[in-house]
């Protein structure tokens, strides 16, 4: 089964500051790869998904970007953060119709 | 994407059946249902899906209504690890399979 490795666990980063969030999966291929934001009692907002490596969409128009150099890595960026920012990212990887696997998630704090 | 309506929040007894409702009253055809859980700081784990019969597993069962405009998630004895939030979405068969979770319902499970 798979296994979905996100780093790091948590993170504090000054407003204006670049971002880098990693996100690689194991025990699969050719997977969905997915990114979810889930700010303080709310519900998962999807970021971007991605098909195939260099294949990314976007689904909320903001100073985030995604990447997916390989095919079980998918990175989120930022060049600046903004105090938004701030929430629970979440990585997802599925097959098809298939359920989704969630990484343990990442926690950034914009201050 | 078809939307799902959940109640915000349900209490239960712990050790009774709990029934967590979904209404997904614009579903299509080809849409499966599935039912996500996350716990206090961890990201969402499946729990089960179905697409027209009804569905069980260990950790749950699965009761669509027949015109699949509802269903209903039933954890057949609430223990203290389920209080979660639970998350009812759709996914459909074809092409890119995007997944939007909405707020969820809150399960609070009491001794």
């Known amino acids: 089964s798979q296994t979905i490795h996100q780093w790091p666990a948590t993170l504090v980063q000054p407003v204006g500051s670049p971002l880098s969030l990693e996100c690689t999966v194991e025990g699969t291929s050719n997977p969905n790869l997915y990114w979810y934001r889930q700010a303080a009692g709310r519900g998962l907002q999807l970021l971007f998904y991605s098909v195939g490596i260099g294949q990314i969409s976007s689904e909320v128009p903001q100073n985030l970007s995604a990447s997916r150099p390989q095919d079980r890595q998918f990175i989120l960026s930022s060049k600046k953060l903004l105090l938004s920012d701030s929430g629970f990212y979440l990585c997802?990887?599925?097959?098809?119709?298939?359920?989704?696997?969630f990484g343990p998630g990442t926690r950034l704090t914009v201050l | 994407d078809a939307k799902t309506t959940q109640p915000n929040s349900m209490e239960s007894n712990e050790e009774e059946p709990v029934h967590l409702p979904c209404n997904h009253s614009t579903i299509s055809g080809t849409d499966y249902i599935h039912w996500y859980r996350q716990l206090p700081s961890q990201g969402p784990e499946y729990v089960i899906h179905g697409l027209t019969s009804n569905v069980n597993n260990r950790m749950a069962s699965l009761a669509i209504a027949e015109d699949r405009k509802s269903s209903t998630l039933i954890l057949h004895r609430a223990t203290l690890r389920d209080a979660a939030v639970y998350y009812c979405i759709l996914r459909s068969r074809g092409g890119y399979q995007k997944v939007t979770f909405g707020i969820g319902t809150k399960l609070q499970v009491i001794p």
């Open positions: 997802a990887c599925s097959r098809q119709y298939n359920e989704q696997f």
